[in-house]
């Protein structure tokens, strides 16, 4: 390729001159492909530590001039021929032009002009793509890692590092490519190369570690093998993005997605040395994820910026030390001390941003104030200017709210959203609604207040608050006033502990919003839970069902779901969250957790933090998959539903408050404090019932003495066994214990555990798919379980690959995990004929493409363009393990039309009871198939009367019987037409042209297909003679006496054209005259089938075009018993089709090649369209 201009002072150290002339040379590099000896070892080694670019680009071609010593390389090459077409390009365009130059200065300033004109030119397309320039020294080093590895363009080199790589006891130092899907490690140091290639998705454990032996390494653990690095320069850089890369392909392997770059990323100022415009990406992904962990913003919200900075703090009457930072849609600030002040300012409740006069004792402030009369003072900012700026760009793009948020000083008593007055409750809690502008649709049903205040309304005086709760009432009354209401509260350690002495019931629901996050997301999508609670309305899926299943099991010892109320409430919110999320769904403990926030909040509040709890709380723990651990992990469901399932209704909620506001670390806490508290009984249980016994007899016993309810009973009561019962546990003293034994724990570490365990999980779980398949193929096919196991792998490679280096269909079209796992990954043509291509024992060379195309077309039932393994897998058992009968049947199947298939939907009841009637009406063989391949029922519509119909539930019973699987025999199979039968012919031509006996069996073929012709005519002319009238027989025209010959003619002039290699030298009219008289009825010759009395009538096939004036024999064809018979009657294609075959030889030859072989591309749906019949 053509390169900017770099000076060269050595020209011959290194390497070796191949051309010159007055002004070039083309250069190779010493010891690169003629060996080379000890030099060109000494050479190659040094290429690859010094990471020179010489090890990509071993040519290159410099600009000299007589009176300069300096050169000039201009151009490089991976390949001789590359370099070739650029040295040619010289001579002839340039060699010429600058040799009437005078002066040397004006050669070289003329070649670097136009050599950097051409580069210009060959970027300018590049320019109109969405996509940034990495620096030359990372696009050389990508350009490497893809020639090393044989990587395609689609994979997109992120980082890489210098290291050693531990092969045995001996490191071998070479360099670490880490692109988006693989792990790549190159090194070759005195003749030794090595070169590994890993996965991530097939990583089970990454761990940094530092021992005697390997000292600050990095290990990298997979299901068969480890791998050691050491002596990085930044090791911790190093794992931090290996960590961020392995968790993307757990990613896709969880929720197949698969990765996508951030387009939206802001220019650097400058051009970051050797750092790609990916790295800057995953380096963004991280600080976007911890900023909106720490702030408990939604996902799509990205950090622009941050910087150090000063907060007055009224409440404290002090300035705080922390960082202020700022997003697209907020501004918030964090102390440096921990949970000393928090601040999250939404843009859309900023009204004005200034700055205010600087003095030596606040220097350089910032004052922003809110819609709520709220005011904020920053100081110590190093750039105001640039800091007011941002804010100002970012509040023009922020949408104009007219309504703000809660009045931040308004006593609970007082409170509209928290009124006394059951009459005026409805009614003003629709006038809020309308006032922050979330306008629910004309009738549609919504709980506009939580059902706790339904129960309280409807319940006994004395049931009222007590002391206590007006207390706490009155306590976060003064924290108002102090710290402020709503999202832009001041959140301290008071509030923490305000949260950990229990939230009064009546601003439950207010503040789990307002601390989850939830508040913000609802904000800014007003009217969005009313839409979609009408488009799911109504709307059947599996999800729908499951919900429906466990609606009355939420929680059905509590009023509120005793009743339509609140059961159409909890079928609204769980409904609405699975359209809105399919890929979650609906997942088991859903129900138990909506059911709780639909009793402290409206219905609508209710389904935004059901969305911060599965999408942004508990990340990966509602999950389809995640279902199928609860069975070996019955402590999950303490997470699942926080406690709420296995600990008493009031003493769980408590542990809600928490969890809202410090997170999924609270859950953490209090699990390891109940297993601390029975450490003693569980090290003393025989087996796992037993510990859960004992569990659930402590969990029972946990009870809130503070409570205003009056107790629900709960399930886990039955546990309790005995006379005396196990002592009570207040919930208070569990949460207090708890932070002092396990408060250190923080959030970031939790999420590095996690993310170790993850890896093991998710493996496993792919491991206990893989064992369901095999199991439940085990019986449909004669495969091994060895092999199932590797033809799964090789499926799902197959699949997975294409998910990041592109398919004709979406990953989310291939790959649904509702299906049972047979289903659950599915490729489309282009991947089905690369396996088939590998995989399939019957090679037909460049047929081989068409016959993909016809067995893809056979297996895909449902003509969804897709095929899953199940199907596979029957297709590829048929070509190996069936006997001779199998074989051929599914070879002949191959060449009959797909459409053989009924064009209506079974779901329609219309056309079932149509068909049922002209079944029973005598016209039941209508049904079978015929020789075009249509069935009767597409050429005519069945009309059903109202008398015929007697009794449907007696048709129906009929349908189910008929649709039960029956067993195919050959009397089944439809009769081939003339057209058909050329193709069959031409692809077992076609596959007899690698084997030992091509000769013998092309013999054969051609033997079996004469006859089967001559069979044809004869069936031909019976069957017209039973069907024509003595009238009609009269005015038949006279039998042509060349027309059986004209077929023969046919199918040798087909199967000549099918030929895949040229033919061999012509041979004599002797050698073809001994080569016929075999048989009178084939033509064949060393080499190719020769054919004779082609006549203009005759269809060529072979090419897809036809003679002019040539016609197919429409009244010709055969049965499947006709071509068995005939076909039995040659040995050699009996041999070759009872011969037995192992695809063991083929797995191992695809395991093989490249694991990363690039994704054939250059094939089409259209074309393998084009290549099928």
């Known amino acids: 390729m053509w390169i900017n201009p770099e000076e060269v002072l050595l020209a011959g150290a290194l390497w070796v001159s191949e051309r010159a002339n007055p002004f070039f040379i083309l250069q190779r590099r010493r010891g690169h492909g003629r060996g080379g000896g000890l030099s060109g070892l000494l050479v190659g080694t040094l290429d690859v530590v010094l990471d020179s670019s010489a090890r990509v680009a071993p040519y290159r071609i410099l600009l000299q001039t007589a009176d300069s010593q300096i050169y000039w390389n201009v151009a490089c090459g991976s390949s ?161 993005l290996m960590e961020q890369l392995a968790n993307i392909a757990m990613r896709q392997l969880l929720d197949n997605e698969a990765f996508a770059a951030d387009r939206s990323l802001p220019k650097p100022s400058k051009t970051l040395k050797n750092v790609s415009a990916l790295k800057r990406d995953f380096d963004a992904r991280a600080k976007n994820e911890r900023y909106r962990t720490m702030f408990r913003l939604t996902q799509d919200e990205r950090l622009d910026g941050h910087t150090d900075c000063t907060l007055w703090t009224p409440f404290a009457k002090m300035h705080v030390v922390g960082q202020l930072f700022i997003s697209n849609n907020y501004i918030c600030f964090n102390s440096r001390e921990e949970d000393l002040c928090q601040l999250i300012i939404p843009l859309r409740e900023v009204s004005i941003v200034e700055k205010a006069d600087s003095s030596s004792v606040l220097p350089c402030p910032v004052s922003i104030s809110t819609k709520n009369k709220m005011n904020f003072l920053f100081a110590n900012l190093k750039d105001r200017d640039f800091l007011v700026q941002r804010i100002s760009d970012f509040l023009q793009r922020t949408p104009d709210n007219s309504w703000g948020d809660t009045s931040p000083l308004s006593p609970i008593g007082h409170s509209v959203r928290h009124s006394d007055t059951g009459s005026d409750l409805a009614s003003s809690a629709e006038s809020e609604s309308v006032h922050r502008g979330r306008q629910y649709h004309l009738g549609l049903p919504t709980a506009s207040q939580g059902l706790l205040q339904l129960y309280h309304r409807n319940a006994p005086e004395d049931l009222g608050p007590k ?275 396990f408060g250190t724990l923080r959030s970031d570490v939790i999420e590095q555990m996690r993310f170790k365990q993850r890896l093991k999980v998710i493996q496993s779980l792919e491991d206990t798919a893989k064992r369901s398949v095999v199991r439940a193929m085990m019986t449909e096919s004669a495969f091994s379980i060895e092999e199932l196991e590797e033809l799964y792998c090789l499926f799902k490679s197959k699949h997975m690959t294409s998910c990041y280096w592109g398919s004709s269909s979406s990953a989310a079209e291939r790959h649904d995990p509702s299906l049972p796992y047979l289903e659950q990954y599915r490729i489309d043509p282009v991947q089905f004929t690369q396996l088939f291509t590998v995989l399939a024992p019957w090679v037909c060379g460049g047929h081989t493409t068409t016959l993909s195309a016809r067995l893809f077309r056979l297996l895909d039932q449902n003509q969804d363009g897709l095929v899953n393994f199940k199907e596979f897998i029957t297709g590829l058992s048929g070509m190996y393990h069936g006997d001779m009968t199998e074989k051929l049947k599914l070879l002949y199947k191959l060449h009959l039309p797909p459409g053989n298939r009924l064009l209506f939907e079974w779901g329609n009841p219309a056309p079932i009871l149509c068909l049922l009637l002209c079944a029973r009406g005598g016209e039941s063989s209508n049904f079978a198939p015929c020789g075009s391949g249509l069935s009767p029922l597409n050429s005519h519509l069945c009309v059903v009367s109202e008398e015929k119909v007697k009794d449907y539930r007696y048709y129906l019973r009929m349908w189910a019987k008929e649709k039960e699987p029956k067993s195919e025999t050959i009397k089944d199979l439809p009769r081939m037409n003339q057209e058909q039968f050329i193709d069959l012919c031409k692809t077992l031509y076609n596959m007899f042209s690698e084997e030992p006996l091509e000769q013998q069996l092309y013999h054969s073929i051609a033997t079996v297909a004469s006859l089967l012709l001559r069979i044809g005519e004869v069936g031909k002319k019976f069957n017209n003679g039973s069907k024509k009238s003595d009238s009609a027989a009269a005015q038949a025209p006279p039998p042509d006496p060349q027309r059986e010959e004209s077929d023969e003619s046919q ?18 009219e002797e050698e073809t005259k001994d080569d016929t008289s075999v048989s009178s009825n084939s033509v064949v010759s060393s080499g190719s089938l020769q054919c004779e009395d082609i006549t203009d009538d005759t269809v060529l096939i072979g090419g897809g075009e036809q003679r002019r004036g040539s016609v197919l024999d429409v009244d010709w064809s055969i049965t499947f018993e006709q071509v068995l018979a005939s076909l039995l009657t040659e040995p050699p294609l009996v041999d070759y089709f009872e011969r037995k075959r192992d695809i063991q030889i083929k797995m191992a030859a695809c395991k093989a090649q490249r694991a990363v072989e690039r994704q054939t591309s250059s094939t089409s749906d259209h074309e393998l369209s084009q290549h099928s019949i």
């Not at 279902?627 to 809600?656: E, N, Q």
């Not at 199918?1051 to 004599?1068: F, I, K, M, R």
Request: hydrophobic fraction near 40%; glycine fraction near 6%.
């Open 1051 to 1068: 199918v040798c002039q087909a199967l000549a054209d099918a030929q895949l290699e040229p033919a061999g030298p012509q041979t004599s």
């Open 80 to 240: 001789r021929r590359e370099i070739t077409d650029h040295w040619e390009w010289l001579e002839s365009n340039l060699l010429q032009t600058i040799s009437i130059f005078d002066n040397d200065e004006d050669v070289t300033t003329f070649v670097k002009g136009k050599i950097s004109g051409i580069i210009a030119e060959e970027n300018r397309p590049k320019q109109g793509e969405d996509q940034e320039e990495d620096c030359g020294k990372f696009r050389e080093a990508e350009l490497k890692m893809r020639r090393l590895f044989g990587m395609p363009d689609e994979e997109k080199l992120v980082n890489y590092y210098s290291c050693s790589y531990w092969k045995g006891r001996v490191p071998r130092q070479g360099w670490l490519y880490l692109s988006v899907n693989h792990l790549c490690f190159y090194s070759f140091l005195l003749g030794k190369e090595v070169t590994l290639v890993v996965q991530w998705m097939e990583v089970t454990q990454l761990e940094k570690n530092a021992t005697l032996v390997f000292p600050e390494s990095v290990r990298v653990s997979t299901r068969h093998t480890e791998h050691f690095f050491s002596m990085f320069l930044n090791i911790n850089d190093t794992f931090k």
């Open 467 to 741: 002391m206590k709760e007006k207390m706490k009432e009155e306590a976060w009354n003064i924290h108002f006033s102090e710290f402020g209401r709503g999202v832009c509260m001041y959140r301290t350690s008071r509030t923490r502990e305000l949260i950990l002495n229990g939230i009064p019931e009546r601003l439950r629901g207010e503040l789990w919003l307002l601390f989850s996050g939830a508040q913000n997301e609802m904000a800014t999508h007003p009217g969005y839970y009313g839409d979609l609670v009408e488009q799911a309305m109504g709307m059947c899926s599996l999800a729908t069902e499951e919900i429906e299943r466990d609606l009355h099991r939420s929680m059905p010892e509590h009023r509120a779901f005793q009743n339509e109320t609140g059961i159409a409430a909890l079928r609204r919110v769980l409904t609405s969250y699975a359209h809105r999320n399919p890929g979650i769904g609906y997942c088991q403990a859903m129900n138990i957790v909506t059911s709780v926030l639909l009793l402290y909040c409206p219905e609508e509040e209710a389904f935004w933090l059901l969305v911060a709890l599965c999408e942004r709380m508990l990340p990966d723990y509602y999950n389809t998959r995640v279902d199928l651990t609860r069975a070996f992990l019955p402590l999950l469901s303490w997470f699942l539903t926080l406690f709420l399932s296995v600990m008493p209704f009031d003493s769980a909620v408590l542990l809600v408050d928490c969890f809202f506001y410090e997170g999924i670390k609270v859950i953490f806490q209090v699990a390891l404090a109940v297993l601390h508290d029975n450490m003693d009984a569980l090290l003393s249980c025989s087996d796992e019932g037993e510990a859960m016994t004992i569990l659930g007899r402590y969990l029972d016993n946990v009870v809130n003495k503070q409570t205003v309810a009056p107790p629900i009973p709960h399930l886990h009561a039955l546990l309790t066994s005995g006379d005396d019962p196990p002592p009570e546990i207040d919930i208070f003293d569990l949460i207090k214990s708890s932070y002092e034994k």
